[in-house]
């Protein structure tokens, strides 16, 4: 298979099952541990907007990738927004289907820039339209454990 040729099934993709032993640590940095300490410990969602250019980015920021200016503080957001678009997938990585479809989304959240790609949970999939609002749905606070799986997915709001 060419680089250039386009993938259309999930079972052209090579791939091998097993587990490969590697050990390492992982560092959020400055933005991200602001991010994941507020959603473990609070409950709340930080995004972080550029004084200069007036970007809003969500997770926050500590400099903003467009004009490089450093951001300082965080706003708190909601998390909800607008479905733009959004795929059903019914096939494993290993091209057996699925008990039942999964659906990832792409979400404009309101009062940040750029989209996020979220997990659609509690909706069957002829139920989905695009321009649905949804709202983020985190795990219990004694279950979060301060990575992205607090957030459980996304369901209409
Ligand atoms: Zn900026």
Do not use: W
């Not at 259309?8 to 091998?16: A, H, I, P, Q």
């Not at 490089?68 to 965080?74: K, R, S």
């Not at 699925?98 to 989304?105: A, D, F, L, R, S």
């Not at 750029?114 to 749905?137: C, N, S, T, W, Y």
């Amino acid at each position: 298979m060419g680089l250039t040729e386009r993938i259309e099934r999930n079972v052209d993709l090579s791939y091998f099952e097993g587990r490969i032993p590697v050990n390492y640590l992982y560092t959020y940095g400055l933005g991200f541990e602001k991010f994941f300490r507020a959603l473990k410990e609070e409950g709340k969602l930080l995004a972080s907007k550029c004084p200069r250019c007036g970007t809003t980015y969500f997770p926050c920021r500590v400099f903003c990738e467009q004009c490089f200016c450093e951001i300082e503080g965080t706003l708190g957001v909601s998390g909800e927004g607008t479905l733009y678009s959004y795929s059903v997938c019914h096939l494993n990585m290993d091209g057996s289907p699925k008990k039942t479809p999964e659906v990832v989304g792409l979400i404009e959240m309101d009062g940040t820039d750029g989209a996020k790609f979220v997990h659609l949970i509690d909706a069957q999939p002829e139920e989905i339209q695009i321009g649905m609002r949804l709202k983020p749905v985190l795990k219990p606070k004694k279950e979060r454990n301060g990575d992205i799986f607090d957030i459980k997915g996304f369901k209409k709001a």
